[in-house]
């Protein structure tokens, strides 16, 4: 198994709290992504990463930021959460290769009350 | 408009059949085909990944992209229940995906 690990795995959190899942990487893959993945919607891109600071906006940004300070870890971060952000959110690394296969975390299931 | 857009199903074999799986995309350019299987409650895993016109078989399953009408399809014969999962096709290398399709074989 790839080595990538989200914490926590599970989190319930208020309203208009802010909350940090993280996403660490053994693999020195160059690429991360954070998706969530919502019933009827698969899996759709917030944020990704290609490289330390390097970072840039997926399909469904508003709301999200992230930030990457080591190779290893790509932080996601809900400012103010609110009801629509409960969802499932993986995350994903991908060798700069020529197949861009990724590798996916367990995921973190968030649920905002 | 969605980039990639799948059936969200749910499909429904019975077991020993066929299970036809199909992925259409918008940008003509797009160079890079994956399909995932992704078991409930678990994460994604590749299972096939085609860049060329015409079929890509991996035991039983074959992938069939056709550039030209822009879609892509997985076939997964002689279906079996652990087959049951669901289906998330992506393109390019920006891994964007979509919604997936959920696929029940029945024994």
């Known amino acids: 198994d790839a080595g990538i690990t989200q914490s926590p795995r599970h989190k319930v959190t208020e309203t208009g709290t802010p909350v940090t899942l993280r996403c660490h990487q053994t693999?020195?893959?160059?690429?991360m992504y954070w998706y969530r993945q919502d019933p009827g919607h698969g899996l759709r891109l917030i944020h990704y990463?290609?490289?330390?600071?390097?970072?840039d906006k997926g399909e469904v940004s508003d709301g999200y930021s992230v930030s990457r300070s080591k190779t290893e870890d790509f932080l996601l971060t809900l400012e103010s959460a609110t009801s629509s952000q409960t969802s499932v959110y993986f995350c994903?690394?991908?060798?700069?290769?020529?197949?861009?296969?990724?590798?996916f975390g367990q995921g973190t299931r968030l649920t905002v009350v | 408009q969605k980039e990639v857009e799948q059936n969200s199903g749910p499909l429904s074999v019975p077991e020993g059949a066929i299970a036809s799986l199909n992925c259409t995309y918008s940008?003509?350019?797009?160079?890079?085909f994956f399909w995932y299987r992704q078991y409930s409650g678990k994460s994604p895993e590749l299972i096939m990944f085609?860049?060329?016109?015409g079929d890509k078989e991996d035991g039983r399953f074959t992938a069939q992209l056709n550039k030209a009408s822009q879609y892509v399809s997985l076939l997964i014969r002689d279906s079996q229940p652990s087959d049951s999962a669901t289906y998330l096709c992506?393109?390019?290398?920006?891994?964007?995906f979509g919604a997936g399709t959920r696929l029940t074989v029945k024994p």
């Open positions: 994903a690394i991908s060798d700069a290769g020529t197949v861009k296969e990724a590798f």
């Open positions: 693999e020195n893959h160059r690429y």
């Open positions: 990463s290609y490289g330390v600071k390097d970072t």
């Open positions: 940008d003509r350019g797009s160079q890079s």
């Open positions: 085609i860049y060329s016109n």
């Open positions: 992506a393109v390019n290398s920006d891994m964007r």
